[in-house]
């Protein structure tokens, strides 16, 4: 990791960048002093200084854009200085040239600003690591670790890349990553991420990724992907910023041909030169970028990783929204959540039989059982029936453990039907050829599933639920969250389908985690991979990434971009008033060159300031910082 990638902006008094607009500031206010105290010989060097010194910050640039081909606004601003110094109007081009450097400045330092959350992002990575070796702990650069080396990391350090908890017990702040207030606990086989802090005790980390290459460098990299491409507005801006540039030239030139025509040519070179400054689209061209990359650096702050310019504008017109059940809506950890035993037969008994049958068991709810019955002893002759279920002795008892297809529930028939009705997967225990009772296993909501649903549909955001589970589990699930259009037994191609339908109707955006979510995220208007810990194909396909897993982020995203929609807007139609106001002023000779200078980058001032807005955090993003629930690292 270069030491420049997470150089941080100084303050703005410290700023050398702002320098050379100082020093022409000074310089200027020196010389009008000078002038107005009939001093003129010192007032006209002064006013020189502050020319020269202003146009150093655009005009070099300017000639070297020409000489390749492009016209831009500083070719305008050069124009206008020259031209002004020629008619013996020093001062105003000196005006000129101080104000468009402030302006340039003030641009650079707001696109700084908000990329310096991509730069602290890198900075939560650790210089150097421990790691275990052969011959001992040693310490190495943070980006020299390698997949599955050791990393041992004390109380209060950074994990330095992802990895795998292998020895220790401790709990992580994973709020600089995730946005989460409340630290999170670890254990052995607990996946953690790059940037974490250690709590109170030492942890052996097993990396799995390099540590140049992890979750927190791939968030940086997400993000720089914004400055690659453009949104709509963005792209409006520059198709009318560009094609103006000839046209204000071309204008200018007329103006001055007029002057020729009538006889009055030095007048009307004049008010030549203040046309061609009245209408440079200056304060157009900067409207959209500082506001998309403001916005965008400022989201990855809170655990929302923006891939592009055309991603955040799409994400600010977003009017549906589908979401994957199976580790979006739910924690994709199926837990027992309920017991019926058979009269006669205690809840523990009932559990204690399935446990001890299930522990060596690889399928997917056999863990929920036995985390279920902590403790329960091993069973003997233990053979499993691949798609149904498995039989083994607990204490001489014939013990078989399946689902409803292979062990009917006899007399608890209805008390299945009852839990599957309430989205459970019904597990029946037999023992001795006797029904013993049903266990219920469920994958349980988030937290704030039901929440996030509400403040969408109090956004007048449409919800879909799209999940590949049967009808009746499915519709279980989206009662509990409050969601009544749900389409379930749904194929990787049938959601892409839906989400195809859906968007031909109105923009959607489409929520999901897993590989077979990847054509669907593709498909919507914009696609949200919910955390950095998803499937790299989702991570991928995805437009938008979070870095933790709570679903209040999606409403605060929403709202964040709707928000920088609408000051890109304003900024756009502000840019354009002020060519349209000032030009008939400029022709007409109401607006002398300093005035419409002045006028004119106190316009783009202001839509720089205006656009810096654009990275102040939502409201709709405290309360999750605020009352956020732990997400799985």
């Not at 046209?247 to 203040?274: C, K, M, N």
């Not at 200056?282 to 990855?300: F, H, K, M, Q």
């Not at 739910?330 to 006669?344: K, L, S, Y």
């Not at 036995?370 to 498995?390: N, Y």
Request: proline fraction near 4%; hydrophobic fraction near 50%; aromatic fraction near 4%.
């Amino acid at each position: 990791m270069d030491d420049d990638e997470i150089e941080v902006r100084p303050p703005w008094w410290r700023d050398i960048a702002l320098l050379p607009s100082a020093l022409s500031g000074l310089f200027l206010v020196a010389g009008y002093a000078f002038e107005w105290a009939g001093i003129e010989i010192p007032a006209l060097v002064l006013q020189w200084a502050a020319l020269l010194t202003g146009a150093y910050t655009f005009v070099p640039g300017a000639i070297r854009r020409l000489i390749r081909g492009r016209l831009g606004v500083g070719l305008l601003m050069t124009i206008a200085a020259i031209g002004a110094v020629l008619l013996g109007h020093v001062g105003e081009a000196a005006t000129l040239a101080f104000l468009f450097s402030l302006a340039e400045a003030l641009e650079d330092r707001a696109m700084d600003r908000a990329k310096e959350g991509l730069r602290a992002l890198l900075s939560l990575i650790p210089e150097t690591v421990r790691v275990s070796r052969l011959a001992g702990d040693t310490t190495i650069p943070a980006a020299d670790v390698r997949e599955l080396d050791i990393l041992i990391v004390g109380a209060g350090e950074r994990v330095a890349t992802d990895g795998v908890v292998v020895e220790g017990r401790s709990s992580l702040d994973t709020s600089a990553i995730t946005g989460e207030s409340i630290p999170v606990d670890v254990h052995p086989g607990t996946a953690v991420a790059a940037g974490s802090v250690n709590g109170a005790s030492t942890l052996r980390i097993e990396a799995t990724a390099d540590g140049r290459d992890n979750s927190l460098t791939q968030i940086v990299s997400l993000v720089e992907q914004a400055h690659a491409r453009k949104g709509d507005r963005a792209r409006l801006a520059d198709r009318i910023a560009r094609p103006l540039v000839p046209v204000v030239l071309i204008a200018a030139a007329l103006v001055a041909v007029f002057g020729f025509i009538v006889g009055d040519p030095s007048t009307w070179i004049e008010r030549a030169l203040v046309v061609l400054v009245a209408a440079s689209p200056c304060a157009l061209a900067i409207a959209v970028p500082v506001t998309v990359i403001s916005a965008i650096g400022s989201a990855s702050k809170f655990g929302v990783v923006i891939k592009s310019g055309e991603a955040f504008e799409q994400l600010g017109t977003i009017q549906a929204v589908a979401l994957d059940k199976t580790g979006t809506l739910t924690r994709n950890e199926p837990a027992v959540v309920d017991v019926r035993p058979a009269a006669g037969i205690s809840r523990d008994e009932l559990l204690t039989w399935a446990g001890a049958v299930e522990e060596t068991s690889s399928h997917p709810l056999a863990a929920a059982i036995t985390t279920a019955a902590p403790g329960a002893a091993g069973a003997v002759d233990v053979v499993e029936d691949a798609g149904h279920g498995i039989t083994g002795r607990v204490n001489g008892t014939l013990v078989r453990v399946g689902n409803v297809r292979w062990l009917a529930p006899g007399v608890l028939h209805s008390a299945a039907d009852e839990m599957a009705e309430d989205g459970m997967t019904v597990v029946v225990v037999e023992a001795e050829g006797e029904i013993a009772g049903l266990i219920g296993i469920r994958d349980e909501l988030r937290p704030e599933s039901a929440a996030t649903v509400r403040l969408l549909q109090d956004a007048g955001i449409g919800i879909t639920m799209l999940t590949g589970d049967n009808e009746r589990t499915a519709r279980a699930i989206a009662a509990q969250a409050g969601i009544t259009d749900v389409r379930a037994e749904q194929l990787p191609a049938d959601k892409a389908t839906v989400i195809e339908q859906l968007a031909a109707a109105r923009p959607t955006a489409m929520v999901g985690d897993g590989i077979n979510d990847a054509p669907a995220l593709a498909t919507a208007t914009v696609g949200i991979a919910m955390g950095l810990k998803g499937s790299a194909a989702a991570i991928e396909s995805a437009d938008v990434a979070f870095t933790g897993n709570d679903l209040r982020l999606i409403p605060g995203a929403l709202a964040h971009a709707r928000r920088g929609r609408r000051i890109m807007t304003a900024n756009i139609v502000l840019a354009l008033a002020i060519i349209l106001v000032l030009f008939p002023l400029a022709l007409f000779g109401v607006l002398g060159l300093a005035g419409v200078v002045l006028v004119h980058e106190i316009a783009e001032v202001f839509v720089i300031l205006n656009g810096v807005r654009a990275a102040r955090r939502p409201a709709a993003l405290r309360s999750p910082a605020a009352t956020s629930v732990p997400a799985q690292v």
